[in-house]
Nanobody, 123 residues
């Protein structure tokens, strides 16, 4: 069983930056794809970014390419999402997720979820 804890959200002005963290307990991320989804009020949860822990392959939603960077620190069993040039439309609850398969944009493919961290971007 994998337990994910995500953190790092907050309130920031447009153009600012935040870094989200996701740490796993119970086992390592090795062999997993780990990613971020987000859900804004009244909207469906959507894919943001993901990384395959073993290969390092990454994928991003078009809306965040060039602004967000996903990375990992193997020894800490922690994944990060560096978010730069934040926009009001990035406001959402961000969830860390783990999947034993390859990188996927489908939240139904992910087996493990963090509790979510709120990101609010003011204009």
């Amino acid at each position: 069983q994998v337990h994910l804890v995500d953190s790092g959200g907050g309130l920031v002005q447009a153009g600012g930056s935040l870094r989200l963290s996701c740490t796993a307990s119970g086992r390592t991320f090795s062999g997993y794809t780990v990613g971020w989804f987000r859900q804004a009020p009244g909207k469906e949860r959507e894919f943001v970014a993901a990384v395959n822990w073993s290969t390092g392959n990454t994928d991003y939603a078009d809306s965040v390419k060039g602004r967000f960077t996903i990375s990992r620190r193997n020894l800490l069993n922690t994944m990060y999402l560096q978010m730069n040039n934040l926009k009001p439309e990035d406001t959402a609850v961000y969830y860390c997720a783990g999947d034993r398969g390859s990188v996927s944009h489908n939240d139904g493919d992910y087996d493990y979820w963090g509790q979510g961290t709120q990101v609010t971007v003011s204009s």
